[in-house]
């Protein structure tokens, strides 16, 4: 799989793979939004393509404190195969370069099956919210 970063004319190749993902889009997944997003952390926005067709999203973003993942998707038809974790520590890798130091995200609840995964990747689901989190540097 290429790993790059999302380019405005991948919106519509996004937001399918999204919704083919069962995904709850909402108000912050227009096209307007998701391109603010964009411009704010363009290198944290990342596709990946086999043979030119987007297969892999993950749209990372940082708050100057901590990184927060944003609707991984994977194809159905290219499921199993290590894409979501090859594009998750790609966005790791990147993260660190911006000296994230903890990562969080939400998992909704018709998704609970992708806790497995996350936790097979190293993120721990906290007991005290329904968030998960990954120490990548200690302070």
């Known amino acids: ?21 069962n995904l709850t889009m909402g108000v912050s997944d227009t096209q307007e939004e998701i391109l ?16 030119n067709q987007v297969v892999a999203v993950v749209m ?24 979501g974790r090859e594009i998750m520590l790609e966005l790791e890798r990147r993260f660190n370069l911006h000296g994230v130091v903890k990562i969080n995200f939400w998992v909704q609840t018709n998704n609970l099956e992708a ?4 936790e097979k990747i190293g993120y721990y689901l906290r007991p005290d919210l329904v968030t998960m989190s990954k120490v990548l540097r200690e302070e």
């Open 1 to 21: 799989m290429h790993i790059r970063e999302f380019q405005p004319e991948d919106y519509e190749k996004v937001r399918s793979l999204w919704e083919q993902s």
């Open 115 to 118: 806790v497995g995964f996350y």
């Open 36 to 51: 603010r997003m964009y411009q704010m952390n363009s290198d944290l926005f990342l596709v990946g393509e086999v043979d």
């Open 60 to 83: 990372g973003g940082f708050d100057g404190r901590r990184g927060i993942v944003h609707h991984l998707a994977i194809d159905p038809h290219y499921r199993n195969q290590g894409y």
